[in-house]
């Protein structure tokens, strides 16, 4: 049940329970789920650590008993470290959900855009029943294209952005070499979408640009990192 910490926000304790390190660097990381806890897929809570507080996105579903998170853990960061090397059972105080990248069920085709753990909101959306979305999905390498095979089975149509060297020349159907905004810019047809965009700003802000450009009738729904 939520309480109240220094009399303001209401803050839940989860238990650590799993870590899964998915490539060299990013790990998904499973928690217990407070009794009255809801959330809608994509909405996101903030995990306070000591004096920092840092947002993360559910991965899991709406309905299962645990919360999944999926985290880079970033050397110079002062709270994604913390949260790769601490123990099992430590609780940590989180906040409600919150954030409003969430389905929107539009009538227009509804076009995800991620790059790096900007997958997870999607991921969650997937694992409550999203379907019938195109999913344009950047990474350096395929490693770390998280959570890939599940995507792939659920997607209408999966881009996978790949822009390490190994991948330019890779030539498999379904993969781009290059970056999400190139692919954007270059080979996805023009017309009217419902654009969902998580990652760094830098890429928002790119795509956003190119979607007012190429894709003006269409709305965009996004979460910055
Ligand atoms: C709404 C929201 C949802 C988020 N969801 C997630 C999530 O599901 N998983 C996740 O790993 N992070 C997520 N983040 C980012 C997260 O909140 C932290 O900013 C990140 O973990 C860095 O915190 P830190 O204390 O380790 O690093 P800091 O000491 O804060 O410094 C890190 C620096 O790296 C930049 N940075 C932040 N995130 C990334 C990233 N993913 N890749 C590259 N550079 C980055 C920051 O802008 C900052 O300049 C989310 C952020 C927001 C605002």
Redesign the pocket.
């Known amino acids: 049940m939520a309480e109240k910490l220094k009399g303001e926000n209401a803050v839940n304790r989860v238990t650590l329970l799993d870590r899964v390190w998915l490539s060299e660097d990013?790990f998904q990381l499973k928690c217990t789920r407070p009794e009255e806890f809801t959330f809608l897929p994509g909405q996101?809570v903030s995990f306070s650590v000591g004096n920092?507080c840092?947002?993360?996105?559910m991965?899991s579903a709406d309905t299962d008993d645990f919360l999944l998170?999926?985290?880079?853990?970033?050397p110079?960061?002062?709270?994604?470290?913390q949260l790769a090397d601490m123990p099992l059972q430590t609780q940590i105080a989180i906040s409600p959900p919150?954030?409003y990248?969430v389905n929107r069920n539009s009538p227009d085709m509804q076009v995800f855009v991620a790059t790096?753990?900007?997958i997870?909101?999607f991921i969650s959306m997937v694992r409550s029943g999203a379907r019938d979305f195109t999913l344009i999905h950047g990474a350096r390498d395929r490693v770390e294209l998280f959570y890939e095979k599940e995507l792939q089975k659920h997607a209408a149509s999966y881009i996978r952005c790949l822009t390490t060297s190994k991948a330019v020349n890779c030539n498999l159907e379904g993969f781009y070499s290059g970056r999400v905004t190139s692919f954007l810019k270059k080979s996805f047809t023009e017309g009217r979408y419902a654009f969902y965009l998580c990652?760094?700003?830098e890429m928002i802000q790119e795509v956003t640009h190119i979607i007012d450009e190429r894709f003006p009738a269409s709305v965009i729904y996004s979460?910055?990192?």
Do not use: C, D
Request: glycine fraction near 18%.
């Open positions: 990013t996101h920092f840092r947002e993360y996105t991965v998170f999926l985290i880079k853990r970033l110079e960061g002062k709270l994604s470290p919150a954030g990248l790096g753990t900007g997870a909101p990652g760094v700003w979460e910055g990192y």
